[in-house]
């Protein structure tokens, strides 16, 4: 269309522009999902296993950081009445990719947090491959433990969130990734 006015087309929004859900509906979506994923954790053996063979075993710190893992059943798991809506809300945040399926499959999931304690980014640690790693897509915000930004004088910088959650489950709590 030509919704500007002057014959032109419109230009097309930049790749790192907010999806286009009302922010508490963004939040809303992203805050079940990551609900589901850490229900799924704890169903799902190989979610733990991948956490166990890098270090993590302490319940504790999984719960803390809702920590979770995909493994396809996220759809499986919509009411009925809302499935539409959602699956198009679950689309236009990411976590499904144009086809249906799930963006963070067979990963290992890290909610990222804002200063006010809202998710508001997912990190993603893919169980079989070495190097794979995924964020949600949209600009990058928030901290994974920002709250230690705010109780310690000073703090232990990590290169990735798995490393800081492998020092954070053995009592290392002023640890944040780069």
């Known amino acids: 269309g030509h919704a500007n006015g002057n014959g032109r087309a ?7 522009a ?13 805050a079940a ?4 994923y850490h229900q799924t954790l704890q169903e799902d053996r190989r979610g733990l296993d991948y956490l166990a063979w890098r270090g993590v075993k302490d319940p504790a710190s999984l719960a803390a950081f809702q920590i979770g893992f995909v493994n396809g059943s996220l759809k499986s798991r919509l009411p ?13 945040l990411g976590l499904l ?20 304690g809202a998710a ?12 794979g790693h995924l964020y949600l ?14 109780v310690y004088p000073a703090l ?12 954070y489950s053995v009592g290392i709590k002023e640890t944040v990734p780069l």
């Open 97 to 116: 990719n144009p086809r249906g399926t799930e963006a963070f499959h067979h990963c290992v999931v890290f909610p990222i947090l804002d200063e006010n």
């Open 80 to 92: 009925s009445d809302e499935r539409h809506e959602l699956i198009t809300g679950l689309k236009t």
């Open 10 to 16: 419109p230009h097309p929004a930049p790749e790192d």
């Open 33 to 36: 999902a990551i609900h589901h």
């Open 120 to 131: 508001v980014g997912l990190y993603g640690r893919h169980i079989n491959r070495p190097h």
């Open 156 to 167: 232990v910088p990590t290169e990735k969130i798995i490393d800081a959650l492998s020092l």
């Open 137 to 150: 897509t949209g600009p990058r915000r928030g901290v994974w433990n920002g709250a230690a930004l705010k």
């Open 18 to 30: 907010p999806p286009e859900l009302p922010p508490g509906k963004r939040a809303e979506i992203l």
